[in-house]
Each structure stands twice: as C-alpha cells, then as structure tokens.
C-alpha cells in the first residue's frame, strides 16, 4: 500500500505564501509523475499542478499560473507546492497525488488532505 504524507497547509492571510510538502513514508521507485489536487466541499477536486519523472513537463490549473511553482526531488519521491499571492478563492483541501504504470494501466495514489485557508 503507497502511503503519501504531506505537510504544510494551515491558515494564511490574502496575499501571502505557503509551501506544501509531499514524501512516501517508505523507500520506492520513483513515480512517473507527482501532483497536487485540490477540493472545496461541495465541489469536484480539480488540479492544481502536475509534474513528470524527470520535471521537463509541467502543468497548472489556469487559476494559479503564476503564482504557484510545483517542483520535486527526483532522488527521494518528494514533491513541493510553492504558493504566492494567495486569495481566498485557494481555500482548500490539498491533496498530493503520484501515478505510476501498473499492470498494463495506471496506478494513482492519494495523500490524506492538507487543509489551506486563505483569510484575514
């Protein structure tokens, strides 16, 4: 069973910044890509930032461009969110996300949340 651990997350005011963190808690081989989702109650989760193996392809939801900087440590299976300028529209669970090939598909694998608040 993978286990994603993240840390981070907590209460932020407009404006400021915050660093997620995503590691497994056992030594494996390495993800083919690591992520961060994010989901508002009510609401479906949706991506925030994807990032490959080898870090060249990166995506971001078009609603954090420029603000956030997804990176990883290839060697370790970490994963970091760097997030700027938040608004209270970033309010969220975060979730840590990591794929891998399996068995001929996709294995997808989930962090537990990290809540992110963004209020004065």
């Known amino acids: 069973q993978v286990r994603l651990v993240e840390s981070g997350g907590g209460l932020v005011q407009p404006g400021g910044s915050q660093r997620l963190s995503c590691a497994t808690s056992?030594?494996?081989?390495?993800?083919?890509?690591m992520g961060w989702y994010r989901q508002v109650s009510g609401k479906e989760r949706e991506l925030v930032a994807e990032i490959s193996g080898s870090g060249v392809r990166i995506i971001y939801a078009d609603s954090v461009k420029g603000r956030f900087t997804i990176s990883r440590d290839i060697t370790q299976n970490l994963v970091y969110l760097e997030m700027n300028n938040l608004k209270p529209d970033d309010t969220a669970v975060y979730y840590c996300?990591?794929?891998?090939?399996?068995?001929?598909?996709?294995?997808?694998?989930w962090g537990q949340g990290t809540q992110v608040t963004v209020s004065s």
């Open positions: 996300i990591a794929r891998e090939p399996l068995d001929g598909s996709w294995g997808t694998y």
């Open positions: 056992e030594m494996r081989p390495l993800f083919n890509t």
